[in-house]
C-alpha cells in the first residue's frame, strides 16, 4: 500500500521530530540513554498537564465522572514516570560522570513542566519562579498557573457548591503552599 498523500504512522505521530531530537553532547555512551529517559519523562508530564487542567474543568462544572477518569490517568502516569527510572538505574555513578560536564548548569530541577504540576496541584512556593526568570514565555506560563486555582481549590469549590463549609481563603488562588484549615479538616 502506497503512502503518498495519506496518513502514515510516522507523519502522525511526527516521529521524524521526536527521533532526531536527541543530541549527545559527548561520545559516551550512557548520554543516549539519559536523554531518552528525560525526554520521556516530558513527554508524560505533558500528559499529566494535559489531564490535570481537565479535570479541574471538568470538577468545576460539577462533571466530576470525567474528572476522575483523568486523575486516574494522572495516578497511572505517575507510576509509568517512577517505573522509567528503574532503566536509569542501570547507568552507575561514573557512567554519568562521563558526560555530566557537558550538561554545564542544566538540570532536571530547571523542568518548566515539573514546576507546572507542582503549582498546578498546589505545591506553590514563589522561589521555584527564579530558575525560569530569564525565560519569558517560561516565566508567564508559571505565573497563569499561579493565577488559578489549584486542583485542590477546584475539589474545595466544588464540595463548597455541595453545602460543605469551606472558608473563602481555602478557594483563592496563592502564590504561597497551602496553609492547613481546622475547617477543611472537620468537613
Do not use: C
Amino acid at each position: 500500500m502506497a503512502f503518498d498523500r495519506r496518513m502514515s504512522y510516522g507523519n502522525y505521530l511526527a516521529l521524524d521530530r521526536i527521533l532526531t531530537a536527541q543530541r549527545p553532547l559527548s561520545v559516551a555512551p550512557d548520554e543516549m540513554l539519559f536523554i531518552i529517559q528525560h525526554q520521556t519523562s516530558e513527554l508524560w508530564m505533558k500528559l499529566m498537564l494535559h489531564e490535570l487542567d481537565a479535570a479541574r474543568q471538568a470538577i468545576a462544572a460539577g462533571r466530576t465522572a470525567p474528572a476522575m477518569k483523568g486523575l486516574a490517568r494522572v495516578s497511572r502516569i505517575m507510576e509509568q514516570l517512577n517505573s522509567a527510572w528503574d532503566v536509569l538505574r542501570t547507568m552507575t555513578p561514573s557512567d554519568y560522570t562521563t558526560f555530566r560536564a557537558a550538561l554545564g548548569q542544566s538540570s532536571g530541577f530547571q523542568s518548566l513542566q515539573y514546576r507546572l504540576i507542582e503549582f498546578a496541584l498546589g505545591n506553590r512556593n514563589p522561589a521555584m519562579l527564579r530558575p525560569d526568570a530569564h525565560d519569558p514565555a517560561s516565566a508567564e506560563a508559571l505565573e497563569a498557573e499561579l493565577s488559578r486555582p489549584s486542583l485542590y481549590q477546584v475539589v474545595l469549590g466544588h464540595a463548597r457548591a455541595l453545602g460543605h463549609d469551606v472558608p473563602e481563603a481555602a478557594l483563592a488562588p496563592a502564590r504561597a503552599p497551602h496553609a492547613p484549615s481546622d475547617r477543611v479538616r472537620a468537613r
